[in-house]
């Protein structure tokens, strides 16, 4: 199996379980009030999105001179939704905390929150690898997505133990998304800052399309 037929089959498998851990962190957030649950249903939804992204980046004629622009393509689209994921987590966070709004402790939570630990951890690990590899900035940004949301498991996991115990600290699930949700942001601005291709930043028609062949994808040929 090739680089990029491996690319394909992480992406397509990342997409399943995002789009499957994306209904189900929705579910449970509706059941617990947990802002951390919502955080993480926002990012499966960026994360299947970003698999989307690789399929399209890695499908087609690897020889296609304009490879590498698709891929700069896909890491400026993936920066792009990530910080308005980003924007969603701050204003739906601050809401929360206005309206003191306790989340609740729930076991099956818990373990919703264990397998995104896990299986986005290895998605990870695995994107990045292969991103290196390929020397894929599409790639790369999707790796570092599914970290991001192993990460937020991680705070969510130990945020539900904490509240378990002390439920004093109501709010640190809050405040920890929004500190976490920062920290991508910051990431995906300064990768929308300095993309380019061939001179031509994001926000210019040059990016996008080539004077010969605009809007142009890799065949089956």
């Not at 926002?42 to 399929?55: C, E, F, Y």
């Not at 993936?78 to 204003?91: D, E, H, M, N, R």
């Not at 995104?116 to 998605?123: C, D, E």
């Not at 061939?198 to 926000?203: C, E, L, P, R």
């Amino acid at each position: 199996m090739t680089d990029c037929a491996r690319a394909l089959t992480v992406a397509f498998v990342g997409f399943i379980f995002n789009v499957s851990m994306m209904i189900m962190t929705t579910l449970v957030g509706f059941a617990t009030n947990s802002t951390m649950m919502f955080v993480m249903a926002s990012q499966h939804l960026l994360d299947a999105l970003g698999d989307i992204l690789v399929m399209w980046r890695f499908w087609g004629d690897p020889n296609d001179p304009e490879v590498e622009r698709y891929d700069i393509q896909g890491a400026v689209i993936i920066s792009f939704l990530a910080a308005v994921a980003c924007l969603y987590v701050f204003t739906s966070t601050i809401a929360k905390l206005m309206q003191e709004s306790h989340p609740e402790f729930d076991l099956f939570g818990l373990i919703v929150g264990c397998i995104v630990l896990v299986f986005s951890t290895m998605l990870g690990v695995i994107k990045l690898l292969i991103a290196q590899r390929l020397n894929s900035h599409t790639l790369h940004l999707d790796a570092i997505t599914s970290l991001f949301v192993a990460t937020l498991a991680l705070v969510y996991i130990g945020s539900e133990l904490m509240l378990h115990w002390v439920w004093d600290i109501w709010m640190f699930e809050h405040i920890a998304s929004m500190v976490i949700a920062f920290g991508l942001l910051c990431y995906a601005l300064y990768n929308l800052m300095t993309s380019e291709y061939d001179g031509a930043k994001w926000y210019q028609p040059a990016f996008w399309m080539t004077a010969k062949h605009p809007l142009r994808r890799g065949s089956f040929d």
